[in-house]
């Protein structure tokens, strides 16, 4: 399983790498998905209250200290928000994304108020964005000790929430990311862009969209 992994973390078969386009365009030249946007239908993201399952354990911690995310609320409180559909649009435009990556969008940008950019849809040579089922965040000042901090910290939110975000895998500083923990190391794709130094690609599981 290990090896299967590795081999789709590099762009196999399958293709779990985050392709080859840059966050907010260009790509394989794939065309986009023409649907309506996910939160027609909904009052807010309602519908999503049961996705996270009554089980589904949220967690509070936003880094591996414990902290939670810089000038935000605790970040269960976060998650639990954004599945009870409590929290206003994320920085990603949201048509065409599915359920999860509008629940992970919402959240994280309602955590991390500083993050400006987030990548949604795009054309792309592999499933994730043209599907909507990932998101780039965008790191500001990336290149800094500041800007790597928050982009761990991006990371480590989602990772202790993967199970209530929907998320399937995270890349980060050219690492493969299944769950807290380490990653697993990608192979050189160039720049800071593909090699995902300037911002957090997180994909999602789906869930479907929301139609009209």
Not at 156 to 183: C, T
Request: proline residues 7%; positive net charge.
């Amino acid at each position: 399983m290990a090896a299967m992994l590795r081999s789709m973390a590099y762009g196999g078969r399958g293709g779990v790498g985050a392709g080859s386009g840059s966050p907010f365009g260009g790509g394989s030249g794939l065309s986009m998905p023409q649907m309506g946007s996910p939160l027609s239908g909904l009052q807010g993201l309602s519908g999503l209250s049961g996705l996270g399952g009554s089980g589904t354990r949220l967690m509070s911690s936003a880094r591996p200290g414990g902290r939670g995310p810089r000038g935000a609320l605790d970040a269960g409180s976060i998650v639990a928000r954004a599945i009870q559909g409590q929290l206003p649009p994320g920085k990603a435009p949201e048509n065409g994304l599915q359920k999860f990556t509008v629940l992970t969008n919402r959240a994280v940008s309602a955590a991390f108020p500083q993050i400006r950019e987030i990548g949604g849809v795009r054309a792309d040579s592999l499933k994730w964005h043209p599907n909507g089922l990932a998101l780039d965040v965008m790191i500001p000042n990336w290149n800094t000790p500041q800007g790597k901090a928050l982009g761990d910290e991006v990371l480590s939110f989602v990772m202790a929430n993967k199970e209530a975000l929907g998320v399937d895998h995270a890349i980060w500083r050219q690492a493969m990311y299944y769950g807290p923990g380490g990653g697993e190391p990608m192979g050189g794709r160039g720049g800071a862009t593909a090699n995902h130094f300037d911002h957090v690609h997180i994909a999602t599981k789906g869930g479907g969209y929301v139609r009209t």
